[in-house]
């Protein structure tokens, strides 16, 4: 079956750490998407990539890094800068945009706790 | 600045009876919509999107929307509410002239179906 895969579903760490949220897609979509969802607030882009070994900061980058080595996967890294990093992050993904937005399609998400 | 205000943060309807989301958008030109659900702890699934054309749009699920230009409006709608539809919807826009496939999020809308 076609999807995106997360991992973990659950994840801890002690806050000063840096960890690494996966992502993966066997959709063959050209574009990738982080999001990090907080209660009442919608879901906010951290990062979004349209093409391999390139990257964009979305409206919250600030204290996470990403990277895109292959088209299948885009790992997004929260750094100990990320000052509340506490949050449920989803990862999408969409077929190229060309003159046109198309629909994105979700990861089940990774659920962070820092403490 | 493109925005999407989903006015009723909480709602309650009876098994059986109608629903109907409010979604409102501010956008200059013919946007692209979508709708998406989510269970608790879990990703997005897309339940419709509007790109042109006819102007109510049928999705999966038994949902439908209509895109009001007039009053930038894409209230989505169900005539007969199954328990199983207790989640948040989503109501997103897509900017048309970008090419960048970003798109902007509501803050969401959680449903409660009574028995």
């Known amino acids: 079956d076609g999807g995106i895969t997360q991992s973990p579903k659950y994840l801890f760490r002690k806050e000063g750490q840096n960890v690494t949220l996966s992502c993966e897609q066997n959709?063959?979509?050209?574009?990738m998407y982080w999001y990090r969802q907080d209660p009442g607030q919608g879901l906010r882009l951290i990062y979004y990539?349209?093409?391999?070994?390139?990257?964009q900061k979305g409206d919250i980058a600030e204290g996470y890094s990403v990277s895109r080595e292959k088209k299948e996967s885009f790992p997004l890294t929260v750094t100990s800068a990320q000052k509340n990093p506490t949050a449920f992050y989803l990862c999408?993904?969409?077929?190229?945009?060309?003159?046109?937005?198309?629909?994105?399609?979700f990861g089940p998400g990774t659920r962070l706790t820092v403490t | 600045a493109q925005s999407v205000t989903q006015p009723d943060i909480h709602i309650t309807v009876s098994e059986g009876a109608s629903l109907e989301l409010r979604c409102n958008y501010s956008?200059?030109?013919?946007?692209?919509l979508f709708w998406y659900v989510q269970s608790p702890g879990q990703g997005l699934q897309l339940l419709l999107k509007?790109?042109?054309?006819?102007?109510l749009v049928q999705g999966i699920k038994g949902f439908e929307a209509e895109f009001k230009r007039s009053q930038s409006s894409f209230n989505l709608r169900k005539p007969s509410v199954h328990w199983s539809d207790a989640a948040e919807y989503f109501c997103?826009?897509?900017?048309?002239?970008?090419?960048?496939?970003?798109?902007?999020f509501g803050q969401g809308t959680t449903l409660q179906v009574k028995p």
């Open positions: 990539s349209q093409i391999v070994n390139d990257f």
């Open positions: 999408a993904s969409s077929i190229t945009p060309t003159r046109r937005p198309y629909e994105q399609y």
């Open positions: 997103a826009v897509g900017p048309g002239s970008s090419n960048t496939g970003k798109l902007i």
């Open positions: 959709l063959n979509h050209d574009a």
């Open positions: 509007y790109f042109s054309g006819d102007t």
């Open positions: 956008y200059g030109a013919t946007p692209y």
